[in-house]
């Protein structure tokens, strides 16, 4: 109990720590001076006249969805002996693996640098800074010869070294309770199974409405869309974070979409907010860095090519331009296994006091990157406002997709999910795939890193996304991930190599995810 007392003490330092920081605190503090001069504030009961006033004002409820939001993104302090890199990451070989990890990525960037004889980072002329502003709001008609470049790392890169990933503590004995998964992940880490999985995302139950399912023997369909608004709409009214963080987990209307994510992950898209945006932006204008040249690569890649997403090129541009610029991302790294890579200012390696983060983010962009933001474009129009939700996305959700660590919506703790869900519930096929070389995650690890991204129609990817922010976790991919296998199960069976095998799920676009989900969560015999 006192144990529990004393995190509960350091949870509550940390979030009055940060918050004081916040341009929330200097806005309640102005409010509390403003009250002064009410009149009905008075003397001899003035602590609680003021609070009464923030209550009545709206700003107790931001209060509330700021320590909430804290209490979302940030983990349990860890126990006060601990060092703290257990904040970042408990398992030391999983820090270690992500260690080595980086420096590969490191010695790719460098030596792209080397090759092209190009710097990290340079300012741009003033010819150059003037053209580039002139066609910020049309950067997709720009065709920069980008032959040259190529992608730091592809997921397919990624997934061997998670395949290598080994816990020393079993390397010369047994393992036995792991001896028995036949998958690609050999980490004895703890994953759910679908008894779990069923109480964790007891909403999607079958007797309970859903959007994204068109017909239910329980409700018709167009009497539940009809109320679930009503409700929307008065959990915006009510403008509560947690509220409508619970009701998203049914699905939400797509004229509420927008509004209802905002107030999830706490963004109001203040002036100040749009001031940083504009500051970003002006970065970008002075600054050429060799990851633009990543990222423009990567757009013309993924995203230009893509039915869906081809028409937001120019915003993609401008996000993730500005992104790659945003110091304040590197505060996710408190809680990340990663560590943002150090540049050294030229003639001057080694001495720290001459290091710089680079990129100023610390995220370096893969292959398939600009797709995290692609989705968001359909939501949001305002150039500040599709930014802020995209970096809150990425610093509460996707940097989980693109490191090593133990987190239960870690990349390697989802990929573990998915072998184990497929080999429990569906052996047969899980080795028939095995037996023809055509291990099941070497063809879902890529929808998996890009959170189905790029592979499900954007309908049906926003309502996958729905339950991510529900649920406050990335699990959803792998139980979808496994759900896919098991609704093409029939023709898998039919295959006998890779090639074939990744034709059968080559194109994802016609599927309904809901449908998939409640039927593999709730329709599998345990």
């Not at 605190?25 to 006033?53: G, V």
Request: aromatic fraction near 10%; glycine fraction near 4%.
């Amino acid at each position: 109990m006192l144990e529990e007392d004393g995190g509960l003490s350091l949870t509550i330092a940390r979030i009055v720590q940060r918050l004081k920081g916040s341009s929330l605190h200097s806005q309640l503090e102005r409010q509390a001076r403003i009250s002064l001069h009410n009149p009905e504030i008075k003397l001899e009961s003035l602590k609680e006249d003021i609070k009464d006033f923030l209550k009545t004002s709206g700003w107790e409820k931001k209060l509330q969805n700021a320590v909430y939001s804290e209490l979302i993104v940030y983990p349990s302090p860890c126990h006060p002996a601990a060092p703290p890199e257990h904040m970042k990451e408990p398992l030391a070989y999983m820090r270690k693996a992500q260690g080595s990890w980086e420096k590969r990525i490191l010695k790719s960037l460098n030596s792209m640098c080397t090759e092209l004889s190009i710097p990290l980072a340079q300012k741009r002329p003033a010819s150059e800074q003037k053209e580039l502003l002139n066609k910020w709001n049309e950067m997709g008609t720009d065709e920069p010869d980008l032959s040259l470049f190529r992608p730091v790392y592809a997921p397919k890169d990624f997934l061997e070294v998670l395949m290598n990933l080994r816990n020393p503590n079993y390397e010369n004995g047994e393992q036995p309770s792991f001896r028995n998964h036949l998958g690609l992940i050999q980490v004895p880490l703890k994953v759910k199974d679908i008894p779990e999985l069923k109480e964790d995302f007891s909403e999607l139950d079958l007797n309970i409405g859903q959007l994204g399912i068109d017909d239910s023997a329980q409700v018709p369909p167009e009497f539940f869309e009809n109320e679930h608004v009503r409700i929307g709409q008065k959990v915006l009214a009510e403008q509560d974070s947690a509220a409508a963080q619970q009701y998203v987990r049914q699905g939400c209307p797509t004229a509420l979409r927008a509004d209802l994510w905002a107030l999830i992950l706490n963004i109001s898209n203040q002036p100040e907010d749009i001031l940083y945006y504009e500051q970003l932006k002006s970065n970008v204008i002075q600054h050429d860095l060799l990851v633009d040249s990543l990222i423009y690569k990567d757009v013309k890649l993924t995203a230009s090519n893509d039915d869906y997403y081809f028409v937001f090129e120019d915003y993609l541009y401008q996000v993730l331009l500005c992104f790659s610029r945003d110091t304040s991302v590197l505060e996710h790294f408190a809680y990340s296994s990663a560590t943002p890579p150090k540049s050294y200012i030229r003639g001057k390696l080694g001495i720290e006091e001459y290091a710089v983060f680079y990129p100023p983010n610390g995220v370096i962009p893969f292959h398939g990157f600009s797709m995290y933001v692609a989705p968001l474009c359909f939501l949001y129009h305002e150039p500040s406002k599709l930014y802020q939700i995209f970096r809150e996305m990425y610093v509460r959700f996707f940097f989980r997709l693109h490191s090593i660590s133990s987190h239960p919506s870690g990349i390697v703790s989802l990929c573990l999910l998915f072998e184990t869900l497929l080999q429990t519930h569906l052996p047969q096929l899980f080795y028939h795939l095995r037996e023809i070389g055509a291990q099941p995650l070497r063809i879902s690890f890529k929808w998996m890193v890009r959170a189905f991204s790029g592979y499900l129609a954007t309908d049906q990817l926003l309502l996958l996304w729905d339950r991510i922010l529900g649920y406050n976790s990335l699990e959803v991919l792998a139980v979808l991930a496994a759900a896919v296998f098991a609704f093409r199960a029939v023709n898998l069976m039919e295959v006998t190599s890779l090639a074939a095998a990744e034709a059968v799920l080559a194109d994802l676009s016609t599927l309904k995810v809901m449908p998939l989900l409640q039927i593999f969560l709730f329709a599998t015999v345990t």
